[in-house]
């Protein structure tokens, strides 16, 4: 197990591709993850900490972010400033412009949560990656033309 990283950005909206930038550097020699599945999810949050709680609305607000990655899985949390709003997926229209940020993140997360950070009086959304064994049964060879079987062979 690595031991974490932790961030700190002002809560303004340029967070986001800092963050983006600090985990695709932080993650670029670990391997069974897609590092950029990671960015995008991290900048949804960092973008809903920014956008949804208190820390975007004073001068002084940051968000922090954390990654733990141990040998199964990758762990993330975005702890912003809390405030009244709870972090709730949406259900937008298709002609909707917004709304679609924790859908992205359902879908593209192992699983995703959030808790109220006791420390700082914040709110933490999580969420995590389980990294891809190595080489398995996708790693077909490319390029080269699959050989024949030497005897019967059935799909499935
Ligand atoms: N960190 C947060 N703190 C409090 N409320 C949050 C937080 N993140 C999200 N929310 C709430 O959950 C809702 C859904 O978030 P989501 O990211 O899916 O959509 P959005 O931010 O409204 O739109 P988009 O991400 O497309 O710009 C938000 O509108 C907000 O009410
Ligand atoms: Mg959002």
């Given at each position: ?141 490319r390029g080269e033309r699959t050989p024949e079987p030497s005897g019967p062979c059935y799909l499935g």
């Amino acid at each position: 197990m690595r031991p974490p990283a932790v961030m700190y950005w002002p809560a303004t909206d340029t967070a986001a591709s800092h963050a983006r930038a600090w985990m695709r550097n932080l993650l670029g020699d670990v391997d069974g993850i897609d590092i950029e599945d990671v960015a995008l999810v991290t900048s949804e949050l960092v973008t809903n900490a920014h956008e949804h709680s208190t820390a975007g609305q004073s001068p002084d607000g940051k968000v922090r972010l954390t990654a733990t990655c141990g040998p199964k899985r990758l762990r993330v949390e975005v702890t912003d400033e809390g405030g009244k709003k709870i972090p709730a997926p949406r259900c937008p229209d298709a002609d909707d412009l917004g709304g679609r940020g924790l859908v992205i993140v359902d879908a593209l997360a192992d699983d995703w949560g959030h808790c109220p950070d006791p420390e700082t009086g914040g709110r933490t959304v999580w969420f995590e990656m389980v990294r891809r064994e190595g080489p398995g049964p996708d790693d077909l060879p490319r390029g080269e033309r699959t050989p024949e079987p030497s005897g019967p062979c059935y799909l499935g």
